[in-house]
């Protein structure tokens, strides 16, 4: 079964305004990433918070991870037109060298 | 500049045939993956390979296969394409060190008519 849910699904926001995401998954994990997919491309590498952390930023991204709820969201400040993408949660699970990724959330930041 | 390359990029071909989809990196990773993925949805791994002559099916079953005989190359070969595996191809690599941050390569989309 998968092991990242991710809501909402498709997510419509102007730009300017902050976009949040979330991601429940079902296991214990090492740590949790988040990509990014523009239409047709492969993923690029956002984030990535380690199972002892609560929150991490990156310019204008920041995660939290709440290991009791198994859940992360995916903050996105001051989104631009250029943000539109898919964006994806991965886990990864005790030593296992693979990653388990969510149903990801498609966002759309209108100009 | 390090890098991970597939080729082709779009893929239409007729039932039957044979093909192979290429993905090539540059960074010296040992890890490489295969990953199916329908129009907005979620990734699926088929195949990963933890180094040279080591191949593992993946969570998902596909009739697809793959071989890794040199650390940079790891093709993916259909031996008779169906309209079935019409999807996008994404081929992955990640490094030796955790937390093994996967790198992607730009995807193949195939179409099989």
């Known amino acids: 079964s998968q092991q990242g849910e991710e809501d909402p699904q498709a997510l419509s926001i102007q730009e300017g305004e902050n976009a949040t995401m979330n991601c429940s998954y079902k296991?214990?994990?090492?740590?949790l990433q988040w990509y990014r997919q523009n239409s047709g491309r492969g993923l690029v590498h956002l984030i990535l918070?380690?199972?002892?952390?609560r929150e991490k930023h990156s310019g204008r991204l920041r995660v939290t991870l709440d290991t009791s709820k198994k859940s992360s969201s995916l903050l996105i400040t001051a989104s631009r037109a250029a943000d539109t993408a898919s964006y994806f949660c991965a886990t990864a699970s005790g030593s296992a060298r693979q990653l388990t990724f969510g149903s990801g959330t498609q966002l759309t930041v209108l100009p | 500049e390090a890098d991970i390359y597939q080729t082709p990029r779009y893929l239409v071909i007729g039932t039957g045939k044979k093909i192979t989809l290429e993905c090539s990196q540059t960074m010296g990773h040992d890890k490489m993956y295969w990953y199916q993925q329908d129009p907005g949805m979620e990734l699926h791994l088929i195949h990963y390979?933890?180094?040279?002559?080591?191949?593992e099916k993946g969570d998902l079953s596909s009739e697809s296969t793959v071989s890794r005989i040199r650390t940079e190359h790891f093709p993916l070969t259909l031996e008779s394409a169906r309209p079935s595996h019409t999807s996008q191809y994404l081929c992955?690599?990640?490094?030796?060190?955790?937390?093994?941050?996967?790198?992607f390569g730009p995807g193949t989309r195939l179409t099989v008519t």
């Open positions: 992955a690599s990640s490094g030796d060190i955790p937390p093994y941050e996967q790198y």
């Open positions: 390979s933890y180094g040279v002559n080591s191949t």
């Open positions: 918070i380690r199972s002892n952390e």
């Open positions: 296991t214990s994990i090492n740590n």
